[in-house]
């Protein structure tokens, strides 16, 4: 069963493990650099991700048991890693890019090792089946990511770009509850908690942004929507409608948008991908009451608040 | 001539016939797991004040029993994950995710035995039992064995019941609680052989 208190003391612990990073790194007498202030926030997000996580004893297991874990223990540390040395400011653009493109296309094939679906097992995918899936997963991720990281080096506002990530991993980790798998939506949390307290962090400590949230952010989202749809069982359709929303921030290009203030640009962002993440979770509300509704007895209780609302109309005649 | 084709013909016979005959005396008796009069079955604790009942309908098996030295038996069962029925769509849907049996990463539940002796009214079997990705060894005690002939067929029948811990084998323990953390597990199966 889900565990609220739980996952407010996880969320807390993210928070608060990514806040005092940021803090930490903004009491330093000197002024960062590009990169120790890239480093730091790559610190801040770790920290918080291993706190968060530790009070959902998410993964804990070595070797990994299954998708979960993978992402967990192979796939953020990775995307962290990657994002520290692609910090380096000497360190040649191109070369960050490689590998954090090799990362995105890495990242299907790791999360569903050993499963039915590479394995050979019925109800797995023919050899063909396995690279086009694999290919066209693992396409998505770099695209995101190149567009993104785009976006954020040519707007004012990146803050807003995290936080635009952070409420689709919020969505995403909904959503995946919703639809059963209430462990892996939970892993969402301390996620979102981590990215939007650096994002926000950074943002009113160093009055910077750090390219570094946005990449652990497109890992993260991307990890747990595919864990969810290949593991879990949202369907495709939410998984890419979750996936793609961030895009929406680029709608602030636009001529009439673009030179108004970062406030009211980062706003909108928000708003804008708020809306599709807002209809896939009422989408994903009205299928588990129709599906789990009975089970948790919850059809029952809708039926009776309607017949004593009837019953009360019907007095008032 | 005549006297060395008989011997030689005579040999041949006799010999088949110990070789026939030694083959039915110190060969196991290969089994092959009959779905259709068989079932393995499980119920668990709900809200601790009742009982949730399911079977698993893909099973497949086979066992071998050396009637003459039981510690030679050998016994084998898979079970496909994915074929959980509870009598509910959604809780079947719910059931295979990984929560709890998580299907798509480890589709069959598995039994395979290491050790057999024979007790009264059947045999007492330990071997490995994998399930979730987690192998324990556990030791059943198989009621039954007795052998029938039914239309040309050699049918042979075993029942058995375990009690195993979700927990034992990594389930996630916050999902324990709702249901049960134990289960018990019911396998009424039939091995035929021609």
Same mark, same amino acid.
């Given at each position: 069963?889900?565990?609220?208190?739980?996952?407010? &003391?996880?969320?807390?612990?993210?928070?608060?493990?990514?806040?005092?990073?940021?803090?930490?790194?903004?009491?330093?007498?000197?002024?960062?650099?590009?990169?120790?202030?890239?480093?730091?926030? !790559?610190?801040?997000?770790?920290? %918080?991700?291993?706190?968060?996580?530790?009070?959902?004893?998410?993964?804990?297991?070595?070797?990994?048991? =299954?998708?979960?874990?993978?992402?967990?223990?192979?796939?953020?540390?990775?995307?962290?890693?990657? &994002?520290?040395?692609?910090?380096?400011?000497?360190?040649?653009?191109?070369?960050?890019?490689?590998?954090?493109?090799?990362?995105?296309?890495?990242?299907?094939?790791?999360?569903?090792?050993?499963?039915?679906?590479?394995?050979?097992?019925?109800?797995?995918?023919?050899?063909? &089946?396995?690279?086009?899936?694999?290919?066209?997963?693992?396409?998505?991720?770099?695209?995101?990511?190149?567009?993104?990281?785009?976006?954020?080096?040519?707007?004012?506002?990146?803050?807003? /770009? #995290?936080?635009?990530?952070?409420?689709?991993?919020?969505?995403?980790?909904?959503?995946?509850?919703?639809?059963?798998?209430?462990?892996?939506?939970?892993?969402?949390?301390?996620?979102?908690?981590?990215?939007?307290?650096?994002?926000?962090?950074?943002?009113?400590?160093?009055?910077?942004?750090?390219?570094?949230?946005?990449?652990?952010?497109? !890992? =993260?989202?991307? %990890?747990?929507?595919?864990?969810?749809?290949?593991?879990?069982?949202?369907?495709?359709? #939410?998984?890419?409608?979750?996936?793609?929303?961030?895009?929406?921030?680029?709608?602030?290009?636009?001529?009439?948008?673009?030179?108004? #203030?970062?406030?009211?640009?980062?706003?909108?962002?928000?708003?804008?991908?708020?809306?599709?993440?807002?209809?896939?979770?009422?989408?994903?509300?009205? &299928?588990?009451?129709?599906?789990?509704?009975?089970?948790?007895?919850?059809?029952?209780?809708?039926?009776? #608040?309607?017949?004593?609302?009837?019953?009360? /109309?019907?007095?008032?005649? | 001539?005549?006297?060395?084709?008989?011997?030689?013909?005579?040999?041949?016979?006799?010999?088949?016939?110990?070789?026939?005959?030694?083959?039915?005396?110190?060969?196991?008796?290969?089994? *092959?797991?009959?779905?259709?009069?068989?079932?393995?079955?499980?119920?668990?604790?709900?809200?601790?004040?009742?009982?949730?009942?399911?079977?698993?309908?893909?099973?497949?098996?086979?066992?071998?029993?050396?009637?003459?030295? +039981?510690?030679?038996?050998?016994?084998?069962?898979?079970?496909?994950?994915?074929?959980?029925?509870?009598?509910?769509?959604?809780?079947?849907?719910?059931?295979?995710? +990984?929560?709890?049996?998580?299907?798509?990463?480890? +589709?069959?539940?598995?039994?395979?035995?290491?050790?057999?002796?024979?007790?009264?009214?059947?045999?007492?079997?330990? $071997?490995?039992?994998?399930?979730?990705?987690? *192998?324990?060894?556990?030791?059943?005690?198989?009621?039954?064995?007795?052998?029938?002939?039914?239309?040309?067929?050699?049918?042979?029948?075993?029942?058995?019941?375990?009690?195993?811990?979700?927990?034992?084998?990594?389930?996630?323990?916050?999902?324990?609680?709702?249901? $049960?953390?134990?289960?018990?597990?019911?396998?009424?199966?039939?091995?035929?052989?021609?």
């Amino acid at each position: 069963m889900p565990d609220p208190l739980l996952y407010l &003391e996880s969320m807390g612990a993210a928070a608060i493990a990514s806040a005092l990073c940021v803090l930490a790194m903004a009491a330093w007498r000197r002024p960062a650099g590009t990169t120790r202030f890239n480093a730091a926030c !790559v610190l801040a997000m770790c920290l %918080g991700i291993v706190a968060g996580n530790s009070v959902l004893s998410l993964g804990m297991t070595w070797p990994p048991a =299954n998708g979960l874990d993978r992402l967990m223990t192979v796939v953020i540390p990775a995307a962290l890693a990657i &994002e520290l040395i692609a910090g380096i400011q000497r360190l040649p653009s191109a070369v960050a890019w490689f590998l954090r493109l090799g990362l995105a296309a890495a990242t299907p094939r790791i999360l569903l090792h050993g499963s039915v679906y590479l394995n050979g097992a019925s109800g797995g995918w023919s050899a063909g &089946e396995a690279v086009i899936t694999l290919a066209a997963w693992s396409t998505l991720p770099g695209v995101l990511w190149v567009l993104l990281h785009w976006l954020s080096q040519r707007s004012c506002s990146g803050v807003s /770009i #995290s936080l635009a990530l952070a409420l689709a991993i919020q969505s995403a980790g909904l959503t995946i509850m919703l639809a059963g798998y209430i462990k892996g939506g939970a892993a969402a949390i301390p996620l979102t908690a981590t990215i939007a307290t650096t994002a926000i962090g950074a943002g009113l400590a160093a009055s910077r942004f750090a390219p570094a949230i946005v990449g652990v952010g497109v !890992v =993260n989202l991307f %990890g747990v929507l595919f864990v969810g749809r290949f593991f879990g069982q949202i369907s495709t359709g #939410s998984a890419l409608a979750i996936l793609l929303a961030p895009l929406l921030c680029w709608a602030t290009e636009i001529r009439q948008l673009r030179s108004r #203030s970062p406030r009211l640009v980062g706003t909108l962002r928000l708003i804008l991908v708020a809306i599709p993440l807002v209809v896939v979770l009422a989408v994903a509300k009205r &299928e588990f009451d129709r599906k789990m509704g009975p089970l948790l007895g919850i059809s029952h209780s809708i039926l009776n #608040s309607s017949l004593s609302w009837t019953l009360s /109309i019907t007095r008032r005649a | 001539m005549r006297n060395c084709l008989r011997v030689s013909i005579q040999s041949l016979l006799v010999g088949a016939f110990f070789c026939a005959a030694g083959q039915s005396l110190f060969a196991a008796d290969e089994y *092959t797991y009959d779905s259709v009069h068989s079932s393995v079955s499980f119920k668990a604790r709900h809200l601790d004040i009742s009982w949730i009942h399911g079977r698993f309908n893909e099973v497949e098996g086979k066992f071998s029993i050396d009637r003459q030295d +039981p510690s030679k038996s050998t016994f084998q069962l898979k079970i496909k994950a994915e074929s959980v029925d509870t009598a509910n769509k959604a809780r079947d849907e719910h059931l295979r995710q +990984p929560d709890y049996f998580d299907t798509k990463q480890f +589709p069959t539940i598995e039994f395979k035995s290491t050790s057999t002796k024979a007790i009264t009214g059947g045999y007492e079997v330990t $071997g490995d039992f994998t399930m979730h990705g987690k *192998t324990k060894k556990i030791t059943l005690v198989l009621k039954g064995g007795k052998e029938i002939d039914f239309r040309g067929k050699k049918i042979v029948g075993f029942s058995t019941e375990i009690a195993l811990k979700r927990s034992d084998f990594d389930f996630d323990k916050s999902q324990i609680g709702l249901i $049960g953390d134990e289960a018990l597990i019911y396998i009424d199966c039939e091995g035929s052989r021609m």
